[in-house]
């Protein structure tokens, strides 16, 4: 690495101990995934809240691992409208299914929810590494399965028509039997938004739901009350 660059990451990484919960290095040591970022990463780029990161349509050109903070994407469709796709937490790398595609383009804009940093890390190198790592290869391939899972599922949110069958699909992928409570990423604004309704008819759906004994709402927190009934929505 050149020397700005090794000690801007190193800067990074000692306030970012969290690399180790990163999908792509579960089963691997502390040392490991450290050796492999040692080796790999030749930049490290951030971004302030607001910025684009990456255009949908863009060539990827390189591995983009976002180590700090949080990043929306967003499509534009053919009308010309936004579909609010989903927030990214750290850490996490922008696209993997995309990365060795045929097209080899980002499929949405990524914006800077909150200020971000990334790490740069050549295809050539990733595709290298993954070749002499069976588990960092068989990560790479569930992270991409994963990712399928949950477009398919916002695709079938989207074909409904109903706010609150589309609410109940949300709470339904959030949570589980065993973990029926989790915490709302987004701003009711930026709820409305990713729904693409109304922030009142965000609002009423549910308040409606809290009133039916469905959910629990308390401030970002959601509670399932009766799991029975939201999968009858």
């Known amino acids: 690495m050149d020397p700005w660059i090794d000690e801007s990451y190193h800067q ?4 970012n101990q969290e690399l180790s919960y990163c999908p792509l290095f579960k089963g691997m040591s502390q040392g490991e995934h450290d050796q492999f970022l040692d080796r790999n990463v030749k930049e490290v780029l951030t971004y302030k809240k607001g910025e684009t990161i990456v255009l949908q349509g863009e060539p990827i050109h390189s591995v983009m691992l976002l180590v700090q903070g949080s ?7 053919r009308e010309g409208n936004v579909l609010h796709i989903d927030i990214l937490e750290a850490v996490i790398p922008l696209a993997p299914a995309f990365i ?3 097209k080899k383009s980002y499929p949405v804009d990524v914006i800077a929810a909150e200020p971000c940093v990334f790490l ?3 295809k050539d190198a ?6 002499n790592n069976k588990q960092l290869l068989t990560n790479f ?7 399928t899972f949950f477009l398919t599922n916002k695709l079938q949110m989207i074909s409904l028509k109903s706010l609150r069958k589309k609410l109940a699909t949300f709470f339904l992928e959030k949570t589980t039997v065993e973990k029926d409570t989790f915490n709302l990423k987004r ?6 938004e990713y729904f693409g309704v109304q922030r009142q008819s965000l609002a009423r759906s549910m308040k409606e739901m809290e ?8 401030g970002r927190t959601v509670k399932i009350l009766d799991r029975n009934k939201l999968v009858r929505e």
């Open 12 to 15: 990074v990484y000692h306030h």
């Open 71 to 77: 990043v929306r994407t967003e499509m534009i469709t």
């Open 100 to 102: 060795y595609g045929v």
């Open 120 to 122: 740069k890390i050549s």
């Open 126 to 131: 990733w595709l290298d590494e993954m070749a």
């Open 141 to 147: 391939l569930t992270m991409n399965a994963d990712l």
């Open 187 to 192: 701003s009711r604004t930026q709820l409305a």
């Open 211 to 218: 009133d039916d004994g469905i959910i629990l709402l308390k």
